[in-house]
């Protein structure tokens, strides 16, 4: 790869190049990168607006995160929250922290990589901000999404006896970073040893390039059923329970075999000595849908792939519960991945 230092470029010359491949997409968008501000039209929809911030060191390791695959992520994290509201993403803004050690190249694979997710998902760049850093990268990503007014779906909603559902699996983004982190482990002692993937593509694509539930979202609205509330799984099952149930006001009941594992993750978990049910309630990183859904859409609910139901609301006072095997109740904590920790 070239190594173009930034400065010979200039701030224009390096927006240009970073965003001349991003065609508009969306009506909403009648002013994209260029301007002062963007400029967007929604009419009559209401507008989602979410954030997030990936600080090299804290949300990944570019020892085993390539560049491409870490502008894809940043991306889809954004997406999932507005999927989350029951509303689509249209729009990001994109903000880079960069230090001398980050060539324009470096630069041109992160936005491949938003460029990739947009393209797949349907969403519009529309501007950002470049800026130098001391160290290390720095990645802030906004999205702005839409969502009919009577369609929004808020974490306060649940209600007693509604079913507890979920997209996909869990736990495989948690035990594809242990892989990765073990992995990292035997280079620094063997430089010369290959690291040992076979059989695992699955964990680590859930890790480095996962994907956000836009499919579950058609799927429901195609069923016609409505979430009562919902959540992404960003931060492990236990911590977005916690989340609704607290904001609605309730309780809630799972069930321990009711919880989506895949088999590579549970293959991994075996490997290494881990409880896959744990890295399942606190691991985190799934960026799937957590939703509560009324006991009367129980017939709809089964005919829509990919989703489980785990479990059911309860009132407050019961609080949240795990339930074993054998019928056994522990309490949940909300012990998911936190940063600040």
């Known amino acids: 790869m070239e190594h173009t230092e930034i400065s010979t470029i200039g701030e224009f010359g390096l927006i240009k190049r970073l965003t001349q491949n991003f065609p508009i997409k969306n009506i909403s968008t009648e002013k994209g990168v260029g301007d ?34 870490l502008g894809y992520k940043a991306a889809i994290v954004n997406f999932s929250d507005i999927y989350a509201m029951n509303g689509q993403p249209k729009q990001i803004i994109v903000s880079l922290g ?12 992160i936005y491949a990589g938003i460029r990739l997710a ?20 720095t990645i802030s990503i906004t999205c702005i999404g839409e969502g009919e007014d009577e369609q929004i779906v808020y974490r306060n ?33 063997s430089p010369d040893v290959q690291p040992d993937f076979e059989g695992k593509d699955y964990i680590l694509q ?3 390039k996962p994907e956000a539930r836009r499919d579950i979202i058609d799927n429901l609205h195609k069923n016609n059923v409505l979430p009562t509330a919902m959540i992404d799984v960003s931060d492990g ?11 609605s006001n309730v309780g809630c009941r799972i069930f321990e075999d009711k919880i989506p594992i895949s088999e590579q993750a549970a293959v991994m978990a075996e490997e290494m000595n881990f409880n896959i049910v744990t890295a399942a309630l606190n691991g985190g990183e799934d960026y799937e849908l957590l939703f509560t859904a009324s006991i009367n859409d129980y017939e709809k609910l089964l005919k ?18 795990l339930v074993g095997r054998q019928g056994e109740e ?12």
């Open 330 to 341: 522990i309490s949940l904590k909300a012990q998911g991945w936190n940063s600040l920790h």
């Open 237 to 247: 099952l236990s911590s977005e329970l916690f989340h609704i149930c607290t904001q």
């Open 304 to 321: 829509i792939d990919n989703i489980g139901i785990i479990g059911h609301i309860t009132t407050a006072e019961k609080g949240l519960a």
């Open 36 to 69: 002062d501000a963007a400029v967007l039209n929604y009419k009559d929809k209401k507008t989602l607006i979410t954030t997030d911030l990936l600080l090299e060191g804290v949300h990944f390791d570019l020892t085993y995160v390539p560049l491409r695959h």
């Open 206 to 208: 859930r890790q480095l």
């Open 157 to 189: 909603g649940a209600r007693e006896n509604d079913l507890i559902c979920v997209s996909g699996d869990l736990g495989s983004a948690y035990m594809g970073l242990q892989l990765l982190e073990r992995e990292k482990i035997v280079f620094k002692s």
């Open 98 to 109: 960069v230090s001398k050690r980050f060539s324009v190249e470096n630069l041109e694979e």
């Open 118 to 137: 947009c393209n797949k998902y349907g969403v519009d760049l529309v501007g950002g901000d470049t800026s130098a850093s001391l160290n290390g990268l």
